[in-house]
């Protein structure tokens, strides 16, 4: 079993729509979580850390479940330029060792 | 500030032959990372460092050393290239990786052939 799995994709979705994204993670020690960005055959970026109590950054939405070792995202309003792939990831120890899911492929559509 | 470079960012290379990929940062940061990146695979580490003259094994090291001589360079090696080290490399960064709000910055990758 992979760490952290996501959904592979692709989410294909008309602009204006609402998306979300899922991910679990195995390792129950895991102290971290955020979603990166990745658009194609580019550098991943950080979109936004992931808080227990669940957080908010514009139409981005992060919410974490420890007990059920479960991380997901939501974008509500898609646009365009929303179209990439989306990483969830996660550290387990003060290394500060980023542990990847294999990302989930997002395409908005006009 | 450049933030996370890598150089080159293309190779190609024969089976056999060895190369070092550089990273650099001009963040000051302690930490810094190496990753490849596969098709359907993420990514996974392969070696990272906490500080200056520091190494640490990672996910996939098999094949590859690193060297931290300098805080602000990374070197990644390949001493006898094998296609399946055919990947995108990437290098990252961070201050301070622990807790809530740690980011790592990446560099913009190197493409790596091996025939």
């Known amino acids: 079993r992979k760490e952290v799995e996501q959904d592979p994709g692709p989410f294909n979705v008309p602009e204006g729509a609402t998306v979300a994204f899922n991910c679990t993670y195995s390792n129950s020690a895991s102290q971290s979580f955020f979603w990166y960005r990745q658009d194609c055959r580019k550098e991943p970026k950080l979109l936004m850390s992931v808080y227990s109590s669940g957080n908010e950054d514009g139409r981005f939405t992060a919410q974490l479940n420890r007990a059920s070792q479960y991380i997901s995202l939501l974008i509500r309003d898609s646009k365009l330029s929303d179209s990439a792939t989306y990483l969830c990831?996660?550290?387990?120890?003060?290394?500060?060792?980023?542990?990847f899911g294999q990302g989930t492929e997002l395409s908005v559509k006009p | 500030n450049a933030g996370v470079t890598q150089t080159p960012k293309f190779r190609v290379l024969k089976t056999g032959q060895s190369m070092t990929l550089l990273c650099a940062q001009d963040m000051n940061h302690e930490y810094m990372y190496w990753y490849r990146q596969d098709p359907g695979m993420g990514l996974r580490l392969i070696h990272y460092?906490?500080?200056?003259?520091?190494?640490a094994k990672g996910e996939v090291p098999d094949g590859y050393n690193v060297s931290r001589l300098k805080k602000q360079n990374f070197l990644l090696g390949l001493e006898s290239a094998a296609p399946s080290q055919t990947s995108v490399y990437f290098c990252?960064?961070?201050?301070?990786?622990?807790?809530?709000?740690?980011?790592?910055?990446f560099g913009p990758g190197t493409r790596l052939t091996v025939l």
């Open positions: 460092s906490v500080g200056e003259g520091t190494t």
């Open positions: 990831v996660v550290t387990q120890d003060q290394g500060g060792k980023l542990i």
């Open positions: 990252a960064s961070s201050y301070n990786p622990g807790g809530v709000g740690n980011e790592q910055f």
